[in-house]
């Protein structure tokens, strides 16, 4: 019997079928080159195909999340919302798919299990978990960063006897939490959007949180079709602003968050507590936008960060939650602040309780829930929104 496995030559092999794998294979192909693409998971969209979690979304404008190399395309296409869901970003991914007829030379399914560059030929050898073998003159590594989730090493992880779910690994047909105690371990941005979207299902919801966020309303609402028009009509001048742009956002006709456009103009350190105290009656979190040496001067951030605590207080009920919520060991602005959708009202609600991991943090996780040096929870069901191993997670993973 002939046990030599057949090796499959190709110019290029793209590894991810994500927004990046897609693009690349567009642009390849129309180049004459031969391209195959290896994708892990059943469908396209990479990040949009594995974040189904309650909740999920992007937080940058929709206009702007999209491509740019077809102009058909960025006419044809309608977002609904300011910031679009995961639903539709991945309805958007699946139409590229289709639109473009990439799908072809797409292999799902298919994880790469390690990758050799031949100095000798100048070719790389891609081995995948099934056995399979590709020769390519070049291999593009389009893994993505927010692909592998990240699951913290606690003691007795295994000894929970109800289901367990991480937010980047959620189940396609959704979970019903319906009449359910559910334990969420995280609050970072997966844990943001997700938990207020569990506590209004769960029969309690307790959330553990080792460091607050901060983060920001989205003010997420439909786009018109005024502004869609008029976005379509001024889609060059759009892109032109995006590429000079520091981060390639715009926000292109809203603010941060989605909020209403006011580029920042004043100096916080030029305010009295009362001028402060009254752009927060104005525009609670948002007010903290408008000045323009937050992250220039430490005082001014320190002022900044006062004023976002103020309205943690303000819009929280329960003083005790309110200061256990509150960022304090970091300035605003040296993380990316996270964009929420109705965040702090979740604990607002007689279902929910905040478990505050500094007070004391988690010793084991039990049968029925999870122990920490401040007392033991029980539950049904436990979450991990606890993120990725982001960037290069990957990558790491192929030998």
């Known amino acids: 019997m002939n046990n030599v496995k057949h090796t499959e030559s190709t110019d290029v092999l793209i590894v991810g079928a994500g927004f990046a794998g897609m693009y690349m294979l567009y642009r390849l192909r129309a180049m004459g080159l031969s391209v195959q693409v290896l994708e892990a998971g059943s469908g396209v969209g990479g990040t949009w195909f594995w974040n189904r979690y309650p909740g999920a979304r992007c937080d940058v404008p929709s206009m ?10 960025q006419q ?13 970003i991945l309805d958007y991914a699946n139409h590229i798919a289709e639109r473009f007829d990439l799908l072809p030379q797409i292999l799902f399914d298919t994880r790469v299990k390690s990758a050799t560059y ?21 291999c593009v590594m389009a893994t993505g960063c927010l692909s592998v989730p990240n699951t913290p090493s606690i003691v007795g992880a295994d ?7 991480h937010t980047g690994r959620w189940p396609h047909e959704g979970v019903d939490f319906t009449g359910v105690r559910v334990g969420l371990i995280g609050t970072g941005s997966s844990g943001v959007q997700s938990i207020p979207v569990i506590a209004k299902e769960a029969a309690h919801l ?19 079709e005024e502004f869609r028009a008029e976005a379509k009509a001024n889609y060059d001048e759009i892109r032109q602003q995006q590429r000079a742009s520091l981060a390639g956002i715009i926000g292109y006709g809203f603010g941060f968050g989605g909020a209403d456009n006011a580029p920042p103009t004043d100096s916080i350190l030029e305010t009295t507590a009362e001028q402060r105290r009254s752009s927060l009656d104005q525009d609670g979190f948002a007010a903290i936008s408008r000045y323009l040496d937050i992250g220039l001067d430490p005082k001014a951030n320190e002022l900044a960060c006062d004023m976002y605590r103020e309205q943690v207080e303000r819009v929280i009920d329960d003083p005790e ?11 605003i602005g040296c993380k990316r602040p996270v964009i929420d959708s109705h965040y702090y009202d979740a604990f607002n609600q007689d279902n929910v309780t905040l478990v505050d991991l500094r007070r004391g943090g988690i010793e084991n996780i039990t049968e029925t829930g999870v122990k920490t040096k401040q007392g033991s929870y029980e539950f049904d069901a436990l979450v991990y929104a606890t993120g990725f191993d982001a960037m290069t997670g990957a990558l790491l993973k192929v030998e």
Do not use: C, H
């Not at 702007?64 to 395309?73: G, P, Q, R």
């Not at 044809?76 to 539709?88: I, K, N, T």
């Not at 939650?321 to 300035?331: E, G, I, K, N, T």
């Open 64 to 73: 702007e999340y999209s491509f740019s190399f077809s102009d058909e395309l």
């Open 76 to 88: 044809d296409w309608d977002w609904s919302e300011v910031m679009a869901g995961q639903p539709e």
């Open 118 to 138: 031949n100095e000798g030929t100048r070719q790389w050898l891609i081995s995948t978990d099934a056995g399979k073998s590709y020769e390519a003159r070049y």
């Open 159 to 165: 000894n929970f006897l109800g289901p367990v779910y």
């Open 206 to 224: 307790t959330v553990f949180q080792r460091t607050p966020n901060y983060t920001m309303p989205a003010n997420n609402r439909p786009l018109t």
């Open 321 to 331: 939650v309110a200061d256990r919520l509150m960022p304090r060991d970091y300035p």
